[in-house]
């Protein structure tokens, strides 16, 4: 599995460092943002693929765990640095877990939200991608 990780730009000041996310940053057009917090450690967000949306999921704040299987491989990644991001493409399986206290998780996604974009059935992924 190949996996790509995108360094965010970042203006360094003694007063504080400003991370930069323009559309030149990212391989998609942004469509959506959102982001997950207070997740209990103990809890999994994700559990789905895509079938077209594309995500770059940053750790804003604290770690979590990605775990991507693209039918073939899995590949776990810990996210903790609020300058790199995690590229997700479409027709993988994500889980996120072992989120730390405060952890914050940003995701940028190249589409809106489309229920019918969605694969929640392992099965049904495997069945996809093979």
């Not at 007063?15 to 559309?23: D, H, L, P, R, S």
């Amino acid at each position: 599995m190949d996996l790509e990780f995108i360094k965010i730009p970042e203006i360094v000041n003694s007063k504080g460092n400003i991370g930069v996310i323009e559309n030149d940053t990212i391989p998609f057009d942004i469509k959506r943002v959102y982001y997950l917090f207070d997740v209990p450690s103990s809890s999994k967000r994700g559990g789905h693929a895509h079938k077209n949306l594309k995500q770059l999921l940053i750790a804003l704040s604290g770690s979590f765990d990605v775990v991507l299987n693209d039918g073939k491989n899995i590949e776990t990644v810990t996210l903790n640095k609020p300058n790199l991001g995690l590229l997700i493409n479409n027709n993988t399986w994500r889980e996120l877990e072992n989120f730390s206290s405060g952890s914050v998780c940003l995701v940028l996604a190249s589409e809106v939200f489309s229920e019918e974009d969605y694969i929640r059935d392992f099965d049904e992924f495997l069945a996809t991608v093979r």
